[in-house]
């Protein structure tokens, strides 16, 4: 187990330089050893949501979210993509604090190769920026923490808590073109910058505007039910390819393209928060197996209003999210990632186990208290509540798509 002086040790492992350069995980001879939990814990499932360049402090989080609970499975979207899967795939949180504290959000804002110089800077489209430095550091660790597939997270047969099938779920934005691309696309152009642009940029011209048909698509759970032929290999996927998709924010970010073999129609995948901040393969209105537990910061004013709570749990039901105040170790922007330091990092991961300590256990423990009444009071109904959908910023709050049983709401991001 990791005892409360990790929280008081500064950072030891000498594996980088002092600009952040990429880290390797460390050699196989380096001890990781699983922590031993107590039993009896009661189990729920974490959501990690969106969090920009703020990974570090969800990780805090997930320190502390082992300490009340059993997160039997985690469901997130963009960057608690990171967090999310270092606990899921079992890194011991002594080594999670090292990786993401080496997490090289520095090279996020790299513009991808072989785009023409009035691309650089366009981003109104398909975006410019390629984060697949970050893909690679992720599968590293997750590699060398015996991960390298969704397979490797799937349950045992006879272990699967209630209507889960994987310890992680990762959540993304998907759309797709009206009609096929004019030609059959080899795999390289699907990957290469300018082509994506000029994709996109067809899509676009050609008024198929394919952000009218957002979609939400779960990897590996629901990813069949919208891309087939991918139905049966999925689980041969790396999560740290669906994380990196779920990570690019567009249109700052380069979407990832697919194209369906039997149409020829173009698939744009993209950040999982366009969708909602609140993400949740449960989230669909009945009552989930298990409780649903959010941590999230609360990065304007009105996510500190006396009604946020109210507003929440109608974006949730069944569910807690709990709001953390900004702190300055928190309260910078996306773009200013360049200058987030190995020291600011981790200073964040030490600031979410503070903050976590003094407020989950307490909303763990009504939450627990809630489920229960609420799975009593509806143990003979198969009905569900109405999921208030939040409008995203710009042409998104109009296009974002309706599922059904949902009810859209204009306001601020989740």
């Known amino acids: 187990m990791i005892h409360e002086d990790l929280l008081q040790k500064e950072l030891e492992y000498p594996g ?27 189990p729920f499932i974490a959501v990690l949501g969106s969090s920009g360049f703020r990974a570090s402090w969800q990780a805090g989080l997930a320190h502390v979210l082992e300490e009340i609970g059993e997160p039997v499975r985690w469901d997130l979207a963009s960057g608690g993509t990171i967090p999310g899967l270092a606990a899921a795939v079992g890194l011991n949180r002594y080594w999670r604090r090292i990786a993401n504290a080496g997490a090289p959000t520095h090279k996020i804002l790299k513009p991808a190769q072989g785009l023409r110089w009035f691309e650089r800077k366009n981003l109104d489209l398909a975006g410019v920026f390629d984060i697949a430095a970050v893909e690679e ?3 590293a660790w997750l590699a060398w923490a015996g991960v390298q597939t969704f397979r490797d997270l799937r349950y045992d047969d006879g272990q699967a808590p209630a209507g889960v099938s994987h310890r992680a779920g990762i959540c993304v934005s998907m759309w797709r073109t009206d009609r096929p691309f004019p030609t059959r696309c080899t795999s390289s152009q699907l990957r290469d910058p300018e082509f994506i642009h000029h994709a996109f940029r067809w899509a676009f011209f050609s008024r198929q505007f394919p952000w009218r048909r957002f979609r939400q698509v779960w990897v590996p759970d629901t990813i069949g039910e919208h891309l087939p032929w991918l139905k049966n290999e999925i689980d041969d996927h790396s999560p740290a390819f669906w994380a990196r998709v779920s990570m690019s924010q567009w249109p700052a970010c380069l979407p990832t ?10 698939i744009f995948l993209a950040d999982g928060g366009h969708i909602d901040n609140q993400p949740s393969l449960f989230n669909d209105g009945r009552l989930p197996p298990l409780p649903l537990l959010n941590p999230r910061l609360a990065q304007n004013r009105r996510h ?9 749990s109608r974006r949730m039901p069944f569910g807690g999210v709990v709001r953390f105040e900004v702190t300055p170790e928190t309260n ?5 990632a360049r200058g987030l330091t190995l020291p600011a990092r981790d200073a964040m991961w030490r600031r979410g ?13 009504e939450l627990l208290r809630r489920h229960s009444q609420a799975r009593e009071r509806r143990a003979q109904l198969d009905s569900r509540l109405i999921i208030e959908i939040p409008g995203l910023h710009g042409f998104q709050a109009i296009a974002a798509a309706k599922r059904a049983g949902t009810r859209r709401a204009f306001d601020h991001r989740s």
């Not at 330089?17 to 039993?39: F, I, Q, T, Y």
């Not at 393209?257 to 173009?266: I, M, S, W």
């Open 16 to 42: 980088t330089d002092s600009l952040g350069s990429l880290w390797e995980p460390p050699s196989s001879d380096r001890a990781h050893v699983r922590e031993k939990h107590p039993a009896g814990r009661a």
């Open 137 to 139: 550091w992720l599968a």
């Open 257 to 266: 393209v697919f194209q369906d073999p039997a149409t020829l129609q173009l």
């Open 304 to 312: 500190s209003e006396p009604g946020r709570r109210h507003r929440d």
């Open 332 to 336: 910078f922007r996306s773009l200013q």
């Open 353 to 365: 186990v503070i903050q976590g300590r003094q407020k989950l256990a307490s909303e763990f423990t």
